[in-house]
């Protein structure tokens, strides 16, 4: 079955400090891997994308995310955390001719100061 | 910047009354989504419409019609209103091509039935 798994519900990390939010995929095409961030009341915005070509894909506001073939994952990383990132994470699935993505669970990052 | 723009951001409504939610996008999109966000089960898919007058079920479509008249709008209409449907509701509008391939949100309607 198809699916998105995103293991932490919660990560707390100091301001300064690196990020690592986890995704792992079952997928039974090739995948299209998308991280989204949604800040408390808003919508979905886009981080990152990955199709193909190399595996490491840089976004917005300092993000990086790498694609894993054998671990079936797409881990999101940034090395110094901003208080203003604090906000929910949200990993999908896509394919090339479908529409329909898969979402994760998201993860709900809190920074301290 | 392509906007997708929900009509309202916050809504109460009562058990039973017929509800519409409205999205626009200026994209010139074909597909656009309904999707429901409740804490810890992410985003589930209602209803996607991939030309006007045309849609689909999505994953949970039970309560809810949508309704496609123009290209650019896409309302998701909850018949009866009932508690469990206080949610969050996203809509989007999908790019099928280019460096913009994928999804544009909007900012969300949280919706209260009381």
């Known amino acids: 079955a198809q699916s998105v798994t995103q293991p932490d519900i919660h990560i707390t990390v100091s301001e300064g400090a690196s990020l690592e939010l986890r995704c792992n995929y079952s997928y039974g095409a090739t995948p299209y891997l998308f991280w989204y961030v949604q800040s408390p009341g808003q919508g979905l915005q886009l981080l990152l994308k990955?199709?193909?070509?190399?595996?490491l894909v840089q976004g917005i506001k300092g993000f990086e995310a790498e694609f894993k073939r054998s671990q079936s994952s797409f881990n999101l990383r940034k090395p110094s955390v901003h208080w203003s990132d604090a906000a929910e994470y949200f990993c999908?699935?896509?394919?090339?001719?479908?529409?329909?993505?898969?979402f994760g669970t998201g993860t709900r990052l809190k920074v301290l100061a | 910047d392509v906007k997708v723009t929900q009509s309202s951001r916050y809504l109460v409504k009562r058990t039973g009354e017929k509800v519409f939610l409205e999205c626009v996008q200026d994209?010139?999109?074909?597909?656009m989504f309904w999707y429901r966000q409740d804490p810890g089960l992410g985003l589930r898919l209602i209803y996607f419409s991939y030309d006007v007058k045309m849609k689909e079920k999505g994953d949970i479509p039970e309560g809810y019609s949508v309704s496609r008249e123009k290209k650019e709008r896409f309302s998701l209409i909850l018949e009866s209103a009932s508690t469990n449907q206080t949610s969050m509701y996203l809509c989007a509008s999908f790019e099928r091509s280019g460096g913009a391939y994928g999804y544009t949100f909007g900012s969300g309607t949280r919706l209260t039935v009381v």
């Open positions: 994209m010139d999109h074909e597909n």
């Open positions: 990955y199709f193909s070509g190399d595996t």
């Open positions: 999908a699935v896509g394919a090339s001719g479908t529409y329909k993505y898969i």
